[in-house]
């Protein structure tokens, strides 16, 4: 299984997370990217569990009601696999050596770097550029999974009428969608640390960007299924009701300082939390701004509070911005979900490598 596949047909970016499937597709004129079809469509609770996919024939049936409803004919797909299931290693090795012979020399030498056997991994690997320390060297990214976390989501796409061209690992894809948000930061250098915070369903991603590149993945279980569980405790819902009301209002005038107060402040809380162990596992770096990602990034005015609690500018991740819309997009409908389409998004950019 090539992760990187260099060669490829136009791609769809299918982001299987614990909420929703996320589909996009990309065209791209010129310099400029346009968003041809797209559509999110939610999940049944427990489909997909700890990033594993439980239930794959409900996966594959709503992958193909978001095809349905976005329109889309393309039948190639890219798709993600969480940062940890993957075990990512940089090496070096000659610059002389032809993609064949580092594949070679990567086989030869993989039980150095793999604690499993090599028949149960999915491995692939991309030269970065060359080493800093030895101009004759080049820095290999060597990125290996158990080969089940590969084959599940090739499997789902399959029964959902898509072949898998790429199979990504969701920091790679967050790292692609970020260069569209260079613009928007507060001081667009390129040298600066920025941290994206990716708050989803169940799990908060902290992914620290320096220079561009994906340096630091930390993950921690925290996400808005705690609020639509507490919307469901408080007021007597089901789940499903829960989620409907926490998306479209309708809830009791307590609603705002009683429960959703309480819950952007652990957020925050949560958001600081991981970038102090980022800070204080690297040497003295700082973090320049946040971008917040995910679902939870489109609660009213939560920038606003993590920028006051962390005194760090923070703003709302939005790849779609600079993009041009085909007619079928409605605009309202892409801005709301714009925060948590950044894996889609950077699946879907794969396209035009």
Known sequence: MK????????????????????LL?????????????????????????DSNISNAA?????????????????????VAI???????????????????????????????????SLDEVSLDFEVQKVNEANPEMVDVLLAASRRENVDERVEVLERAGLTASIVDVEAFAMENAFALLKEQLPNSDDEQTVAIADIGATMTTLNIMHEGRAIYTREQGFGGKQLTEEIQRRYGLSYEEAGLA???????????????????RALVQ????????????????????????????????IDKLVEQELGIPALIANPFINMALSSKIKPQSLSNDASSMMIACGLALRSFD
């Open 3 to 22: 992760w990187f596949n260099r060669k490829h047909d136009h791609l769809v970016g299918i982001d299987i997370s614990t909420a929703a499937i996320k």
């Open 82 to 116: 969480a940062g940890s299931s993957v075990m990512t290693k940089m090496i070096t090795m000659s610059a002389d050596l032809s993609e064949d012979e580092i594949e070679e020399q990567i086989m030869v030498e993989a039980d150095q770097y793999i604690p499993y």
């Open 246 to 264: 926490k998306r479209h209002g309708g809830l009791p005038d307590n609603y705002e300082s009683d429960v959703l107060a309480p819950f952007k």
């Open 58 to 78: 409900m996966i594959a049936d709503t992958i193909k009601l978001a095809l349905k409803q976005s329109g889309s004919r393309t039948r190639h797909a890219c």
């Open 270 to 301: 949560q958001v600081a939390r991981s970038l102090q162990f980022f800070i204080s596992s690297s040497a003295n770096r700082s973090i320049d701004s946040i971008v917040l990602a995910g679902g939870c990034a489109s609660i009213a005015g």
């Open 25 to 49: 597709e990309l065209s791209k004129s010129g310099t400029r990217y346009k968003v041809e079809n797209y559509a999110v469509k939610a999940l049944a609770q427990d489909a997909v569990v």
